[in-house]
């Protein structure tokens, strides 16, 4: 019996050298950080792109609310009208506060300025300019009205959202792919007298 134990077992040899071999692979944990990576960056860099593009939303919705204010209050106090601004200047005044975000130069269909002058707060359109195939329907109108006449400014861009990961869209509105900002200004003018 001893001089069959003092022999070889090439089946156990091949075992234990297959047991080392794959002790040594299981303890080797030089790559795992990677594979976890490769697994999880997926989902990172998805809500990564996911919250850069809503932030960039809330910030142009937040810029182009503040353009439309502050141009908004030039007709409010008269200034436009007593400057004899027109349409195209009114508009560069806009455009000159938010060009950083939204391109509103004339001839851009996704930008959208109207200002008009109503009887009472009752009568104001205050609807959404967009037609059936989601274009806006004209080109707005300049009526900055008289003393004490209220004025409503109103301003649309349809804003693009980026398609991230094989064409998902996040956040839009649109049927065409776009999210839909606005703002809008709605007051009485106040007694700035007569403009001529």
């Given at each position: 019996m001893t001089a069959l134990r003092s022999l070889p077992d090439r089946a156990g040899l091949r075992r234990g050298r297959f047991r080392r071999l794959f002790n040594a692979f299981h303890d080797d944990r030089r790559g795992a950080t990677?594979?976890?990576?490769?697994?999880?960056?997926?989902?990172?860099?998805?809500?990564?792109?996911?919250?850069?593009?809503?932030?960039?939303?809330?910030?142009?919705?937040?810029?182009?609310?503040?353009?439309?204010?502050?141009?908004?209050?030039?007709?409010?106090?008269?200034?436009?009208?007593?400057?004899?601004m027109g349409q195209a200047d009114f508009r560069a005044d806009l455009c000159s506060r938010m060009s950083v975000f939204i391109d509103c130069e004339e001839g851009n269909p996704d930008f959208y300025l109207d200002v008009k002058s109503y009887e009472s707060f009752a009568d104001m359109n205050l609807g959404t300019p967009l037609d059936d195939e989601e274009k806006f329907e004209s080109e707005g109108a300049y009526d900055f009205g008289d003393e004490r006449e209220i004025v409503v400014v109103r301003a649309y861009y349809q804003w693009p959202v980026n398609k991230i990961f094989g064409g998902l869209r996040i956040k839009k509105n649109l049927d065409n792919g776009k999210q839909m900002i606005g703002s809008f200004a709605a007051f009485r003018n106040e007694p700035f007298g007569p403009t001529t």
């Amino acid at each position: 019996m001893t001089a069959l134990r003092s022999l070889p077992d090439r089946a156990g040899l091949r075992r234990g050298r297959f047991r080392r071999l794959f002790n040594a692979f299981h303890d080797d944990r030089r790559g795992a950080t990677a594979v976890e990576f490769a697994i999880v960056a997926p989902v990172f860099f998805f809500l990564i792109f996911l919250i850069a593009e809503t932030a960039m939303i809330f910030i142009a919705e937040q810029v182009l609310d503040n353009a439309v204010f502050e141009s908004a209050r030039l007709v409010r106090t008269g200034q436009a009208q007593k400057s004899r601004m027109g349409q195209a200047d009114f508009r560069a005044d806009l455009c000159s506060r938010m060009s950083v975000f939204i391109d509103c130069e004339e001839g851009n269909p996704d930008f959208y300025l109207d200002v008009k002058s109503y009887e009472s707060f009752a009568d104001m359109n205050l609807g959404t300019p967009l037609d059936d195939e989601e274009k806006f329907e004209s080109e707005g109108a300049y009526d900055f009205g008289d003393e004490r006449e209220i004025v409503v400014v109103r301003a649309y861009y349809q804003w693009p959202v980026n398609k991230i990961f094989g064409g998902l869209r996040i956040k839009k509105n649109l049927d065409n792919g776009k999210q839909m900002i606005g703002s809008f200004a709605a007051f009485r003018n106040e007694p700035f007298g007569p403009t001529t």
